[in-house]
């Protein structure tokens, strides 16, 4: 048997959130994206602060890990309006992802451009993001993605078609137990109807357990060490992989430091390398490295977030639906227009975080929502998002293309 591998996988992603927007705004100011400083919702300040708290010390111990653990070996997806983000507004935070990925040990996966759901509402719109994207991946980091997951790990037989004929080698998704039944995530995967890509199942109870759980006081299992996890792991001891994917925030934001989430992030390899019939791959490289053991049939699309798994916490509501539908209606006028400014704020107001702030869920999912939202209640996040909309019909109605 060859060494069983945790794949560990983070997505780095902060979407250009809509300032106060009003519609008195419209028509007259296009600057969405641009709150003042102070502002709750000014993107610079907001980069900075998760920069400090997450960012920066993250990448400080992944290089110390990856120095000190030459097996160790990790995969990241960033969206490109991170990137656009850090190159404007923290260069030295850039600077220390290029280290990370510089080490030749760090794999970075395709995804769309503006995070966005396109591939549901315009499959040209999604095709040119995913382009997009590879470019400023190629341009900053000097590496062509092989392996793709889609925004918030949405997944069904046709994307993971889109994919196989695009010639990724993987594509990644939820290990939900409405598609796994009996299946373990455990394992290397082939999506029906495709020819040659395999699928990657995230573990989500115990990647879950590191991102949401692992400073609950009142979860049963807490405190959570690196031993008690590694211990955990061993139940599965005869099957080649552990599929660990979760948001790169995870450390130090929305876990905070003074839980001792970054000691349990650098004693992972330690404690997982102890054992010499264990390492690290890369996505790509488990795909590689491993045949498939059954095929997944996902006609639903599923997804990472919340309890359904679905796409509610984007289109659950009236507000969410009217708003995606309205800014994918005007794809058409808007490429037509051929004004690089106009088209990407349009993208940007694809991005998915638009909608997730819209979410009007109560409860445990609820109060998630609210967490990541820089808006009081969802309304407020559904007229800011529509003043915007507004205000690009304007600017298509002076270059002559009225809706």
Not at 99 to 118: F, K, N, P, S
Not at 161 to 185: F, H, Q
């Amino acid at each position: 048997m060859s060494k069983r591998a945790i794949v560990f996988y983070l997505h780095v992603h902060q979407p250009y959130r809509i300032r106060h927007y009003t519609i008195f705004d419209a028509g007259s100011r296009h600057d969405y994206f641009n709150a003042p400083g102070g502002a709750r919702e000014n993107n610079a300040d907001i980069l900075r602060k998760v920069a400090e708290k997450s960012y920066l010390p993250t990448n400080e111990r992944l290089l110390r890990m990856l120095s000190e653990n030459p097996e160790f070996k990790l995969s990241l997806s960033l969206s490109g309006i991170l990137l656009e983000q850090l190159e404007k507004f923290a260069p030295d935070v850039l600077e220390s992802f290029k280290q990370v990925v510089g080490t030749g040990r760090v794999e970075i996966l395709a995804e769309t451009y503006h995070h966005t759901l396109a591939f549901f509402f315009s499959r040209d719109e999604f095709e040119r993001q995913v382009t997009m994207h590879r470019k400023i991946i190629e341009r900053i980091f000097g590496v062509t993605p092989t392996a793709f997951r889609n925004t918030e790990l949405a997944y069904d037989n046709d994307i993971a078609y889109w994919a196989d004929k695009a010639g990724y080698e993987a594509v990644l998704c939820e290990g939900w137990d409405g598609i796994m039944g009996w299946r373990s995530p455990n394992f290397v995967y082939k999506p029906a109807y495709t020819d040659n890509i395999k699928l990657l199942t995230k573990n989500y109870k115990l990647s879950d357990d590191i991102a949401f759980r692992f400073s609950n006081k009142s979860w049963q299992e807490y405190p959570l060490t690196t031993e008690k996890f590694i211990d955990w792991t061993n139940v599965s001891w005869d099957q080649p992989l552990l599929n660990l994917f979760m948001d790169y925030e995870t450390f130090g934001e929305h876990q905070w430091e003074d839980t001792g989430i970054f000691d349990f992030l650098e004693n992972l390899p330690k404690e997982w390398l102890k054992d010499s019939s264990h390492t690290f791959m890369t996505v790509t490289e488990a795909a590689r490295n491993n045949d498939t053991v059954d095929t997944i049939d996902c006609p639903q699309t599923i997804t990472w977030a919340d309890a359904e798994r679905d796409l509610s916490a984007w289109l659950g509501n009236a507000m969410q639906q009217g708003a995606v539908h309205s800014i994918y209606a005007l794809e058409d006028l808007v490429i037509k227009s051929g004004d690089e400014s106009l088209i990407d704020d349009w993208r940007k107001l694809q991005t998915s975080d638009h909608f997730y702030y819209m979410c009007t869920k109560w409860f445990t999912d609820g109060d998630v929502h609210a967490y990541f939202s820089p808006y009081e209640t969802p309304y407020e996040a559904y007229m800011n998002f529509m003043n915007s909309y507004h205000d690009i019909k304007y600017r298509l109605s002076e270059k002559g293309l009225p809706i």
